[in-house]
């Protein structure tokens, strides 16, 4: 059974650069795209970023570009998304999920995880 399981969120200050974790068990990680989606209050959930299976190309929010990085390790089946310079309209809740190369569709997904900027 696939899992995924994020980690890193939390409350923090406008301007910190905390790093989110996802790791991924029960599938073989290395055939998956694997992306960051959020949910604010009140709004729907919303691409971030994402990576491909060999971590060549990136893609992101507008938003985003310049503050966060994703980055993955096939060896540790784990994606990671540093995120620097937050502001208050980063908070949400981040979920990471993976699709199979070439689908371009997320079949499956974390629980996410709060991050909330306070300024």
């Known amino acids: 059974q696939v899992q995924l399981v994020e980690s890193g969120g939390g409350l923090v200050q406008a301007g910190d650069s905390p790093r989110l974790s996802c790791a991924a068990s029960g599938l073989t990680f290395s055939d998956y795209v694997m992306g960051w989606f959020r949910q604010a209050p009140g709004k729907e959930r919303e691409f971030v970023a994402e990576i491909t299976w060999s971590g060549h190309k990136t893609s992101y929010l507008e938003s985003v570009k310049g503050r966060f990085t994703i980055a993955r390790d096939n060896g540790k089946n784990t994606v990671y998304l540093q995120m620097n310079s937050l502001k208050p309209e980063d908070t949400a809740v981040y979920y990471c999920?993976?699709?199979?190369?070439?689908?371009?569709?997320?079949?499956?997904w974390g629980q996410g995880t709060q991050v909330t900027v306070s300024s």
């Open positions: 999920a993976a699709a199979w190369r070439g689908s371009g569709t997320y079949d499956y």
